[in-house]
């Protein structure tokens, strides 16, 4: 099925237009959830940390927390914003259903869903890499070389959002993915400590996880640690993979 960029614009628009009615309550709840695990980790814990060591350098604690919020925002925001947002658009205000019988395709909803849900995910990772710029842990120009990234992997999670939502057929199955799959790579994917304080094998096990590589790629650009080629390559195949699921589960949804 061939695909438009006026009908994928068309659709991102309308999504926007939505949000624009309740974007201060977004800016709340984007900035609530980073700020209290920052507070909480970055300047509680870190006061008794201090330096943590990740691969061969030692680096400031509060500094390390900064980048891996930064990824576990791009990771909660994206994921659940396709998983729920997904499932209610899909089955409860059904504008997947409504859009299509305009002469927008229905390819190129999805396309524009998962473009949306991938620059709300964005923005909310660059809000919190605004907050550590203010704070002096990052440096300015760090946002810059965030953007392309923040977005692919925004655009990742969110692919698996939606590839949840499109296979669930009740909002309580979000929770399995939710629970086994996404909370692990928050709490294993070296947000709050260096993977190389598990036990064997589990730093190898955690790197087939993509927020292990979204977590290398912003600490390289945020405080400079060493770039791992591979963790890019993780990335790419991760997006590419998270996106054909999610166009296949949605079309195999809608399309009967």
Same mark, same amino acid.
């Given at each position: 099925?061939?695909?438009?960029?006026? %009908?994928?614009?068309?659709?991102?628009?309308?999504?926007?237009?939505? !949000?624009?009615?309740?974007?201060?309550?977004?800016?709340?709840?984007?900035?609530?959830? #980073?700020?209290?695990?920052?507070?909480?980790?970055?300047?509680?814990? %870190?006061?008794?940390?201090?330096?943590?060591?990740?691969?061969?350098?030692?680096?400031?604690?509060?500094?390390?927390?900064?980048?891996?919020?930064?990824?576990?925002?791009?990771?909660?925001?994206?994921?659940?914003? %396709? &998983?729920?947002?997904?499932?209610?658009?899909?089955?409860?205000?059904?504008?997947?259903?409504?859009?299509?019988?305009?002469?927008?395709?229905?390819?190129?909803?999805?396309?524009?869903?998962?473009?949306?849900?991938?620059?709300? +995910?964005? /923005? +909310?990772? /660059?809000?919190?890499?605004?907050?550590?710029?203010?704070?002096?842990?990052?440096?300015?120009?760090?946002?810059?070389?965030?953007? $392309?990234?923040? !977005?692919?992997? +925004?655009?990742?999670? %969110? &692919?698996?959002?939606?590839?949840? +939502?499109?296979?669930?057929?009740?909002?309580?199955?979000?929770?399995?993915?939710?629970?086994?799959?996404?909370?692990?790579?928050?709490?294993?994917?070296?947000?709050?400590? #260096?993977?190389?304080? /598990? $036990?064997? #094998?589990?730093?190898?096990?955690?790197?087939?996880? #993509?927020?292990?590589?979204?977590?290398?790629?912003?600490?390289?650009?945020?405080?400079?640690? $060493?770039?791992?080629?591979?963790?890019?390559?993780?990335?790419?195949?991760?997006?590419?993979? &998270?996106?054909?699921?999610?166009?296949?589960? /949605?079309?195999?949804?809608?399309?009967?």
């Amino acid at each position: 099925m061939t695909e438009s960029m006026w %009908g994928i614009w068309s659709v991102w628009r309308r999504y926007f237009a939505v !949000f624009r009615k309740s974007f201060l309550y977004y800016l709340t709840t984007a900035f609530l959830e #980073p700020i209290l695990y920052l507070t909480s980790f970055a300047f509680g814990l %870190g006061n008794l940390i201090g330096d943590v060591k990740v691969g061969n350098e030692m680096m400031n604690y509060q500094s390390f927390v900064f980048s891996g919020v930064i990824a576990q925002t791009v990771l909660f925001q994206g994921f659940f914003e %396709g &998983a729920y947002g997904g499932f209610f658009r899909l089955n409860y205000q059904r504008i997947f259903q409504a859009i299509a019988t305009t002469p927008v395709t229905l390819s190129e909803v999805i396309w524009a869903e998962l473009l949306w849900d991938a620059s709300k +995910a964005t /923005l +909310a990772s /660059l809000l919190v890499t605004a907050i550590g710029i203010a704070t002096g842990n990052f440096l300015w120009s760090s946002i810059i070389l965030m953007i $392309p990234v923040c !977005f692919m992997s +925004a655009l990742l999670f %969110g &692919a698996l959002g939606l590839c949840t +939502a499109g296979y669930s057929s009740n909002i309580d199955q979000i929770s399995y993915p939710q629970f086994l799959f996404v909370f692990p790579m928050f709490l294993f994917c070296g947000v709050f400590y #260096p993977i190389d304080v /598990l $036990p064997d #094998p589990l730093p190898t096990l955690v790197w087939i996880l #993509p927020l292990t590589s979204v977590n290398s790629l912003m600490r390289t650009i945020a405080v400079g640690t $060493p770039f791992e080629s591979y963790a890019l390559a993780i990335i790419i195949a991760w997006v590419v993979v &998270a996106i054909f699921m999610a166009r296949r589960a /949605l079309m195999s949804r809608l399309v009967k």
